[in-house]
């Protein structure tokens, strides 16, 4: 047999899949992969139905859909404060994956550099990879999760070409201040820089904080590509909806790949999410409380539980640190995962694969779930370090 690719061989299999087969293999509380396990808001779903009993059934507009694109236009530009134009500035994507891969092809050639913080989402990883860029990484420490400036502008002094910014981050719960935006703003300037944003928690924010859009900062526009989608705003992640938004030079070239890569989102989902695109701004506010009180509901459970985390500020994840429970053990995150999900029934997913530093003591937990998942899990976790302290005598 011909061997495959070397490319195929930078990156494993995801961890965050591979956590969600151990914890159906064990029957353990999914708390890993993060997607919700309530239904999306009613009018989607009969949006959904009735898209599938008239149509559209054959390929939308390669781009999206253009009465999608003009309801989505509409609705980001009420909320990054911009003037986006449905025909120049938006191309519709197969979630947001499909669209930072295609942004990196778009912007990057093999061997160009792109600054990472770290921790990142395991995605970036393998579209540095499938672009042939070279990652800078450059880290979030713990508990803030800050960067150091003396250390993002060495990055920036590499000559990258773009940067990705996961606003709000997946797994630490960053929120990015205006003021650390307009530090990453003036640098990604100062070096003719893109910036490539991961925004999909955009509606997921605990007060007091709040969420900037790095494409509203000024002068910024031109150099941003802001990627999201609806998935986690309707709990639809099934659905693959996402998008990018960025200057038409940009997005000329976006369409391309996309064209390539996919040809296109599906249509009758493009024709259903209209229902979701045409809620009031009433109900980004009430998505908001309810993940702000499964926050708390969670957390809750962390704290009588014995457990060590960093409250986030935005998204619903949480890192944990075992190192308080594992000690001296010498176990790492990814056995500490395996045990938990086999022992206490609850899954996690290992720190380290979102780090590049060698930590291997934070597991992540994910909140978007039912209050009663959260209070069976929660349950579950107040057993943990009676557990662990019975493993390790026997
Ligand atoms: N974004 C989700 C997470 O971080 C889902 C990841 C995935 O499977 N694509 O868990």
Known sequence: MPATSDRILGFGESVIRRMTRIANEYGAINLSQGFPDY???????????????????????????????????????RFMGLDLDPERHLVVTCGSTEAMIAAMLTVCNPGEKVVVFSPFYENYGADAILS??????????????????????AAFAQ??????????????????????LLTIARLAQAHDTFVITDEVYEHIVYAPHRHCYLAALPGMFERTISCS??????????????????????????????????????????????????????????????????????????????LTYFP???????????????????????????????????????GSSFFREPVHHY????????DATLNAAGERLLELRRLWQADQKS
């Not at 949006?47 to 008239?54: F, K, L, S, T």
């Not at 042939?132 to 502008?153: K, M």
């Open 159 to 180: 000559g990258p070409k773009a940067i990705i910014l996961c606003n709000p981050s997946n797994p630490c719960g960053k929120v990015f201040s205006e003021t650390e």
């Open 39 to 77: 239904d999306p808001p009613p009018q989607l779903i009969a949006a959904g139905v009735a898209a599938m009993q008239n149509g559209p059934h054959q390929y939308a507009v390669t781009w999206g859909a253009p009465d999608f694109r003009q309801a989505l236009a509409r609705k980001q530009s």
């Open 229 to 306: 989608s609806l998935s986690k705003t309707y709990s639809i992640t099934g659905w693959r909806l996402g998008y990018a938004i960025a200057a038409p030079a940009v997005i000329d070239g976006i369409k391309k790949v996309h064209d390539f890569l996919t040809v296109g989102a599906a249509a009758p989902l493009q024709a259903a999410a209209l229902a979701g695109l045409a809620l009031p701004d009433g109900y980004y506010t009430e998505l908001a409380q309810g993940y702000t009180h499964k926050r708390a509901l969670f957390l809750r459970w962390l704290e009588r539980a014995g």
């Open 363 to 370: 597991i992540r937990f994910h909140f978007a779930k039912q």
């Open 132 to 153: 042939g860029a070279e990652p800078i990484f450059v880290p979030l420490r713990p508990p803030h999760f800050e960067f150091d400036l003396t250390e993002l502008e």
């Open 312 to 350: 986030p500020q935005g998204a619903y994840y949480v890192l944990v640190d075992i190192a308080p429970v594992v000690g001296e053990s010498g176990i790492d995150d990814h056995a500490f995962c395996d045990w938990l999900a086999r022992r206490v029934g609850v899954a996690a997913v290992p």
